[in-house]
Nanobody, 126 residues
Framework: QEQPVESGGGLVQAVGSLRLSCAAS????????VCWFRQAPGKERESVAA????????YYSDSVKGRFSISRDNAKNTLYLQMNSLKPEDTDVYYC???????????????????WGQGTQVTVSS
């Protein structure tokens, strides 16, 4: 397995949109739950959205539900996060992570994830 690589972060005005992408090779995403986490300076890393390997189950934190959408293209080994109606409080470093297995247990527990990207900065101005 190889480390996931995020892209698509940047600066956007409030109520705008961004789409994050994450690519992984070496089978990192195969048969794996994948998730987006985020972290601001001085705060704990929190899960934002997760998706099952078969794409039949998705999970969202209450803070982003209805605004963000997670998806994946298993043929391309790529994960996406469509972020709409962005708010200044969405400003964070966003991490793409893979669990390394298909179990949905502990889906919000960062300790359950084995493969972490370097992160991409998202900044939302008011």
């Amino acid at each position: 397995q190889e480390q996931p690589v995020e892209s698509g972060g940047g600066l956007v005005q409030a109520v705008g949109s961004l789409r994050l992408s994450c690519a992984a090779s070496g089978g990192t995403f195969i048969n794996s739950v994948v998730c987006w986490f985020r972290q601001a300076p001085g705060k704990e890393r929190e899960s934002v959205a997760a998706i099952a390997w078969n794409r039949l189950a998705t999970y969202y934190s209450d803070s982003v539900k209805g605004r963000f959408s997670i998806s994946r293209d298993n043929a391309k080994n790529t994960l996406y996060l469509q972020m709409n109606s962005l708010k200044p409080e969405d400003t964070d470093v966003y991490y793409c992570v893979a669990k390394g297995n298909s179990s949905l247990l502990g889906i919000y527990d960062r300790g359950r994830y084995s493969y972490w990207g370097q992160g991409t900065q998202v900044t939302v101005s008011s």
